[in-house]
């Protein structure tokens, strides 16, 4: 099943945003990539069809421990990636229990499959600027204390700490990402990015008027996933395991974000944005900003996509998406 003369990556959440833009990224650098698929009725390939021919497909659950520990003695990777998580704000407050049992207690069943079956694994996991949540300072580093405003900013902290632990207690090469909101046009659409330049889109094609979102003041500090991918790789190949925020380190509002998605279609934002109070969180994060100077410094990673740029190029793809489907009905288009 694998071929021995090349590095081997496993990736949980290979289906997601992050994780087809990573086995990409891995493909190119000449990794053999195994990636980890929960069984279900209904399969979701969209974001990785253009290299599902190139990659292996394994059946394992992060709720399930026998399952990662057989996906890890069958691949024996070089390396594992954790990007598979219940990774909706909103949705973590409907489902807290499932949130904790999949984003959290999921990295320790994933890090016990490598300590049982070969702690020269290196283990990168998927860290959250949610973390942070009421930030005690701005921007935030890899030394701000965290104060989570959600379930989900709550697992992913509970994620982060247990892997320094299995880094510290077992001597293993285990290391988190804090990433900030990072985007694509394979976001979902319940995140207010994609939200955002997918309204465009239909408005612009006369399939809707108007766009309903919450806290247009919200500030996030967005880049493009593409470049933060490359990020996570290089964590993997340093000499030494640590920590890194992950981030653009400058800050825009979702007002901004309409501005620039709706000017890329001709269109007035004013004319077509409608606030509702339904779409803002029991609990508001309102400022995210990064530091990213450490990853800078010591990964020589920077930032290739400005905002401006990603917000066009997702407003640019769905427009495309939205008129093909109008022309295809039925037809899933991928990102």
């Known amino acids: 099943m694998t071929e021995p003369d090349k590095k081997r990556a496993l990736i949980t959440g290979i289906t997601g945003q992050d994780g087809s833009y990573l086995a990409e990224l891995l493909l190119q650098k000449g990794y053999e990539v195994f990636g980890v698929v929960r069984r279900s009725s209904t399969e979701s390939f969209e974001r990785i069809i253009e290299v599902k021919d190139r990659i292996h497909l394994v059946q394992a659950d992060l709720t399930d421990q026998s399952s990662i520990i057989r996906a890890v003695e069958t691949i024996q990777p070089h390396e594992v990636y954790n990007l598979a998580a219940q990774s909706f704000v909103p949705t973590s407050w409907e489902q807290p229990i499932l949130t904790g049992e999949v984003t959290a207690l999921g990295v320790t069943r994933v890090l016990e499959g490598i300590r049982l079956v070969d702690r020269s694994i290196r283990f990168y996991q998927a860290s959250s600027s949610e973390m942070f949540g009421d930030v005690r300072e701005t921007p935030q580093t890899e030394t701000t204390p965290f104060y989570p405003r959600s379930p989900y900013g709550a697992a992913k902290l509970y994620g982060h700490a247990i892997t320094v632990n299995y880094r510290e207690s077992y001597g293993m090469f285990a290391v988190s990402g804090i990433l900030f909101n990072h985007e694509s046009p394979r976001r979902g659409l319940e995140f207010v990015t994609r939200k955002v330049t997918h309204g465009v889109a239909r408005i612009k094609h006369g399939l809707q008027s108007e766009l309903r979102l919450g806290n247009l003041e919200a500030k996030r500090d967005w880049g493009y996933a593409r470049d933060f991918v490359r990020a996570m790789w290089l964590m993997l190949q340093q000499d030494d395991p640590d920590d890194y925020v992950v981030s653009t380190d400058e800050t825009h509002t979702v007002r901004e974000l309409c501005e620039i998605a709706f000017a890329r279609a001709g269109l007035n934002w004013s004319q ?22 450490k990853a800078r410094e010591r990964l020589g990673w920077v930032p290739e996509t400005t905002f401006k740029d990603l917000v066009e190029l997702m407003v640019d793809a769905d427009l495309e998406r939205v008129d093909f489907e109008k022309r295809h009905p039925r037809t899933i288009v991928a990102g």
């Open 272 to 293: 077509h944005v409608v606030v509702d109070s339904k779409f803002y969180r029991p609990v508001e994060v309102h400022l995210l900003l990064g530091n990213s100077s």
